[in-house]
């Protein structure tokens, strides 16, 4: 899975020995992304066959088929909703690149507008709002922001959505709330959190059965990844703890936006517009569902999807409108496997698990180990722990230090020559 969460290694907090939180921002497009490749694996002259969409066009779906149509006639036709909905695959550039067009498009259409962003949590609004003000650098912006802490996906890829509001003083806002409370609800569940810990979110819509076949298939995957040899059920608890922390999610993202709609007497208010995970929107679901239960009717969901994608990961109700994403014309180098999930809490990072057989577990690491330091350099931070895994070449080594049960540990990490 992707950055920020990934099958390799996972950029987001997970709980230590009970449930790892999985945090449905990046899941739920990552699995879309999964999908999509085991399609691709099955041959690329078979997937071209079942290919649904013509590279950089508009579809929508009317009698099951999709339809072509032009940018300007769906955002035209969009840009009267009080709320859109854009989603992403959070470390695909194109998916970021697509976004700015988008909201160039409808800002030009409809200039009094608001932006949410699913990677703030609201405690960090008046850091948007300074940023927004222009009163902030962009390292002053993203230090206040606690980005590493709280989204760890390379900056460079949200810096032109954030620089286009800040440009055109558009408002941004924090969709999210605190990590410590997700983890803390996939811990224990949402009734046992108390009422002042909610961060004033309210109780959620059920989701739809739809939606929870759909978390439990990320659940599976995750408890499969990290090793679970009793296969996961719908019925166990900590399935269930899940997905309340999904749900609150998704309510308080949902709860942000609606709170924002202020129809004026002269017409409709601001337009606003969230940037989320498509796992949040897909078919309804997620964030759409909880404003629906909020009372908002008028919603538009916008996906981008590869051109590549197989008609039957696509239908009637995935979304408003898709775009079809082009194909790079060469594929990515696929990043070193290491296979380890991680936690970062007050500056320090911590091995959440190791997955069976994989390089890290070969190379020693184990549970709980926490990364003292990175080829030397002390203290490194996730996001720098990350790149280096990323960016280390075939053949080469990588050693840390680490500590376990008090004990300093020196561990070389082979990453092994290219195949």
């Not at 579809?59 to 989603?87: C, H, M, N, W, Y």
């Amino acid at each position: 899975m992707t950055p920020p969460s990934s099958p390799r290694f996972s950029a987001r907090p997970f709980p230590g020995a009970k449930f790892a939180l999985l945090l449905l921002a990046a899941l739920g497009s990552t699995l879309l992304a999964a999908q999509g490749a085991e399609n691709s694996a099955a041959g690329s002259a078979k997937t071209a066959a079942k290919a649904c969409l013509a590279p950089a066009s508009w579809v929508v779906f009317e009698d099951q088929q999709p339809r072509t149509v032009s940018k300007p006639q769906i955002l035209a036709e969009l840009v009267g909703r009080e709320v859109l909905l854009l989603g992403e695959q959070h470390d695909d550039a194109d998916h970021h690149q697509w976004q700015l067009q988008v909201l160039s498009g409808l800002h030009a259409l409809r200039p009094e507008m608001l932006i949410g962003f699913e990677m703030f949590p609201r405690r960090l609004q008046p850091v948007l709002d300074r940023w927004v003000a222009g009163k902030l650098s962009v390292n002053e912006f993203l230090a206040e922001a606690e980005w590493e802490k709280v989204w760890n996906v390379p900056p460079e890829l949200y810096l032109p959505l954030f620089e286009f509001a800040r440009l055109n003083r558009i408002p941004m806002l924090a969709l999210n709330i605190d990590q410590k409370l997700t983890r803390k609800i996939a811990d224990k569940g949402w009734e046992a959190i108390p009422l002042r810990e909610r961060e004033g979110v309210g109780q959620a819509a059920a989701p739809s059965e739809a939606y929870r076949e759909f978390l439990f298939e990320i659940y599976r995957q995750h408890a499969t990844m990290r090793g679970k040899t009793k296969r996961a059920k719908p019925g166990d608890p900590a399935f269930a703890r899940f997905v309340d922390s999904q749900l609150a999610w998704d309510r308080a993202m949902a709860e942000a936006l609606a709170s924002q709609i202020r129809p004026t007497a002269s017409g409709a208010g601001p337009l606003i517009v969230g940037i989320m995970g498509s796992g949040h929107l897909r078919f309804g679901h997620g964030v759409p569902h909880q404003l629906r239960d909020l009372g908002v009717r008028s919603i538009g969901t916008l996906l981008p999807m590869a051109a590549s994608s197989p008609c039957d990961a696509l239908g009637p109700g995935l979304a408003d409108t898709v775009f079809a994403v082009p194909t790079p014309p060469l594929a990515p180098v696929e990043p070193p496997r290491l296979g380890v999930a991680l936690e970062s809490e007050d500056g320090r990072i911590r091995i959440a698990s190791v997955s069976k057989g994989s390089l890290a577990e070969k190379s020693g690491l184990q549970d709980g180990d926490q990364v003292l330091a990175l080829a030397g350099e002390p203290q490194p931070s996730l996001t720098s722990l990350l790149t280096s895994i990323r960016q280390q070449p075939p053949g080469t080594w990588l050693p840390l230090q680490i500590e376990r049960a008090g004990e300093k540990i020196e561990i070389v990490v082979k990453f092994p020559a290219k195949q």
